[in-house]
C-alpha cells in the first residue's frame, strides 16, 4: 500500500498535467489513434518479411509481386503515419506548453508582494524557461512513448508466440529483467533530475545578477571573482550532468547488449529448428524482425525513461508555483477614479515583514489620520518604516494587528482595482519598462491623446528634456529606465502620476538621486501633482514640511508625535533633533521662511 502511494505521489506532476491533456484531448485521441497505425505497421512488416521471404525460397514469382506492391503502398502509408505522427506530437507540446505558460504568467502576476520578495528573480526566469522546456517530455513524446512501447512489446510478444511458442517463451523469460533494471534507475535519475533543474535556477539567478549589478561588478572589481564562482557553479552542473550521462550510458549499453544477445540467441535457436524442419526460413525471419520490436521498446524505454525523470522534476518546480496560493482571484482590471470622501486612518498598526514571531517588528501601533484633501508628512530616521507605512496602504502587505481604512473601509477588504483607483505612487526610486517615454506614459493611461501626454508631461517638467532627446517621445529608455537620469526618471514618473489621476498621492521623496538644477524641477513638477489631491509624502525637505498640514513623526516603527511644524519643534525632541540634522541646512525658500 506504502509502495503504492510512493509511487502515486512520485508521479503525481504526470497527473497533475491531466487538465491540460484533457482540454486537448482530440489531439490526443489522434495521437493515440497513430500510435496504434504504427503498432499495427510495424507488426504487418514482420508479415510482409515472413511471407516474402517464403514465397521467394518457395521461388513463387507470382506472389513475390503482389507482396512487394503490398509493400510499396506500406511505404506510403507508414511515410504518412510518420508525418502525422511528428507533426501532431509538435503541435500538442507546443500548444500544452503554451497553455501552461500562460497559466503560469497569470499566476504569477496574482501572487502576493511577500512571493516576489521571498524568491529571487532568476530562479522564477529559470522556471518559465528552462523548467517550461524540460517539461516537453512528460506532456509530448515521452509520456506517449510510454504508453506505446510496452503496448508494442505486448503485441509483438502476443505475435511471436502465434509464431512459435517454444522460441517465444524463452524470450518472454528476458523481459521482466530490463524493466526491473528500468524502474530502479527512474528513482535514482528522477533526484538527480531534481538536483538538476534546481542548480539550473540557481545559475540563472546569479546570471541575473551579475547583470543588473554590472556597475558594481566593476566597480570592485569583482570580475574574476564572478567568473571563478560561475565556473564553479557550472562545473557542479556538468558533474551531475556527467553523472546522469553515466548511469544512462551504462544502462543504454546493458540493455542494447541484452538486445543483440537476445536476437543472436533466437537465431541460434531458431536455425536448429529449421534445421529440424519445425520452422520456415521465413517465419525465422519474421520472428527475429518482430523481435525487434520486442527488444528496442524495452531498450528504448530507458531513454525515454531519463526523459522522462527530467521531465517529471521540471514539473515539480513548474506546480510548485502553480501551488502557490495566489492574493487574488481575477486579476484586477482598471476602473474610473473615485474620489477619497473622508480620508485613511492607520488604526493601531502592527507589522512585520518575515512571517515567524521571531521577526523584527517593523511598526508598532501606529495610529494617525490623512484627511480628505489635505497633506500629511512622515518624516522619521531611516529604517523607521515610513515606507511600509505606504506598502501597507497599497495593500502590498496586511497588518499583523490594527487596520488601515480609506472613507472607512478596511483596505483588506477593499479590491486591487478599487484601491488603485483612489491612489498615485511615486515611489523614491522609479521603474521605468524598456520601450519609450510614450509607452511608459501611455502605462498610466493608455487612452490618453498625445496633447494629454504632452500637458502632463509639461506639468512634470519633462516635456523640455524629452524635447531634447533624439527622437523625444520616442526615445526608447532602455531596461529600467537606464538611459536616463535619475531626475529625469523621477519627472517621468511624476508624469505618470498625473496621467493617472488619482485623489491620492503618496510620495516617497527622492533625495540623493538628484542635483540641485533636477531638483528644483522635480519639486515644482511634485507641487503641481500635489495640488488639489490629499498626499501623504515621505519628506526629506524642509520646504515640502512646512507646507504639510500635519507632521507625523516615525521612530523605530512608533508614532512618537504628530502636528506642525512650530509645534512639534518646541514639544518634540526627535523632531528638534531632525531638523537640527536634515532639514535645517537646506536654505530656506523666501515663503517658507516668513512662515517660520
Ligand atoms: N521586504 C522587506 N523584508 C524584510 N524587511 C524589510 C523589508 N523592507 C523593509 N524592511 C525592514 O523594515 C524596516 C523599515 O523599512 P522602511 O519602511 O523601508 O524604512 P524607511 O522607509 O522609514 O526608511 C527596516 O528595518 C527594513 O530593514
Ligand atoms: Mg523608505
Sequence with gaps: MKAILRLYESYRPLFRLLPYVKRHGW??????????????????????????????VAADMGRLKLLLAVGAVFVAVSGLTIFANSYLQAMTV?????????????????????????????????????DLQ?????????L????????????????LFTLNWQLALLCLLLGPLALGAGSLMGNWLRRNGRTVQNELGRLTGFVADTIAGQLIVRTFALGRQFAERYERDTERLYKLEQKEAKAFSFYRAGSSSFGTALFLFSLGVGSIFIAQGKLTVGTL???????????????????????????????????????????????PQRTRQKPLLEGIRFERVSFRYGESADSAQVLDNCSFDVPAGQTVALVGPSGAGKTTLFHLLLGFYTPESGYVAMDGCDVKTIGR????????????????????????????????AETELIAAAKHANAHDFIMSLPEGYDTEVGERGGKLSGGQRQRLAIARALLWDAPVLLLDEATSALDGESEQLVQEALARLAAGRTTLMIAHRLSTILNADRIVVLESGRVVDQGRHA?????CPLYARLYEHQFRSEPLPEKAAAAV
Excluded at 495521437?31 to 512488416?45: C, E, R, T, Y
Excluded at 524540460?134 to 515521452?142: C, I, K, L, P, R
Excluded at 506517449?144 to 505475435?159: E, F, R
Aim: no cysteine.
Design 27 to 56: 489531439m490526443y485521441a489522434a495521437l493515440f489513434l497513430i500510435l496504434f497505425l504504427d503498432i499495427g505497421s510495424s507488426l504487418f512488416f514482420a508479415w510482409l518479411i515472413m511471407h516474402v521471404t517464403d514465397a521467394a
Design 94 to 130: 507546443n500548444k500544452v506548453r503554451k497553455m501552461l505558460s500562460n497559466d503560469v504568467y497569470r499566476h504569477l502576476l496574482k501572487q502576493p508582494v511577500r512571493f516576489y520578495s521571498e524568491r529571487h528573480s532568476g530562479d522564477l526566469l529559470s522556471r518559465l524557461t528552462n
Design 134 to 142: 524540460a517539461m516537453e517530455n512528460a506532456m509530448g513524446y515521452s
Design 144 to 159: 506517449l512513448a510510454l504508453i506505446q512501447m510496452p503496448l508494442m512489446a505486448g503485441m509483438a510478444l502476443v505475435y
Design 285 to 331: 525471419m519474421g520472428f527475429v524482425m518482430l523481435l525487434r520490436q520486442l527488444v528496442s521498446p524495452l531498450s528504448g524505454l530507458s531513454g525515454v525513461w531519463n526523459a522522462m525523470q527530467r521531465s517529471l522534476a521540471a514539473s515539480e518546480r513548474i506546480f510548485e508555483l502553480l501551488d502557490a496560493k495566489p492574493e487574488t482571484g481575477e486579476l
Design 417 to 448: 482595482s478599487e484601491l488603485t483607483a483612489r491612489l498615485g505612487y511615486v515611489p523614491q526610486d522609479t521603474y521605468l519598462f524598456s520601450g519609450s517615454i510614450r509607452d511608459n506614459l501611455l502605462y498610466a493611461k493608455p487612452e490618453a
Design 567 to 571: 509645534e512639534l519643534l518646541a514639544r
